[in-house]
Nanobody, 121 residues
């Protein structure tokens, strides 16, 4: 059974840095997209950063220049390094992947359980 397991997160002061990690476990034949999304209270879930299997990366406008996503396709991990954090970055951060599990022919979406990031002013 495929799972996305997140680690990292916590409380940090504005201007500080924090890292999140996500590892995909289970029998996976092909890794497509790995990404991070976030959802603040009362707001819709939004894209933070994603990396495709071809190495193309995309960032949300709010985090460009401050966050960096790194994907290891062999280890099936996605790290998010966050710097210059602002109080408005406070949210639950979710790992997302589109991948093909063993015994399946088409890619499927998966989500992690979410990890809280709180930035104090």
């Amino acid at each position: 059974q495929v799972q996305l397991v997140e680690s990292g997160g916590g409380l940090v002061q504005a201007g500080g840095s924090l890292g999140l990690s996500c590892a995909a476990s289970g029998s996976i034949t092909r890794l497509g997209v790995m990404a991070w999304y976030r959802q603040a209270p009362g707001k819709q879930r939004e894209l933070v950063a994603q990396s495709t299997s071809t190495g193309t990366t995309t960032y949300g406008d709010a985090v460009k220049g401050r966050f960096t996503i790194s994907v290891d396709s062999v280890l099936k991990t996605a790290d998010l390094q966050m710097s210059g954090l602002k109080p408005e970055d406070t949210a639950v951060y979710y790992c997302h992947a589109v991948l093909t599990p063993l015994d399946f022919e088409t890619p499927m979406p998966y989500w992690g359980q979410g990890t809280q990031v709180t930035v104090s002013s």
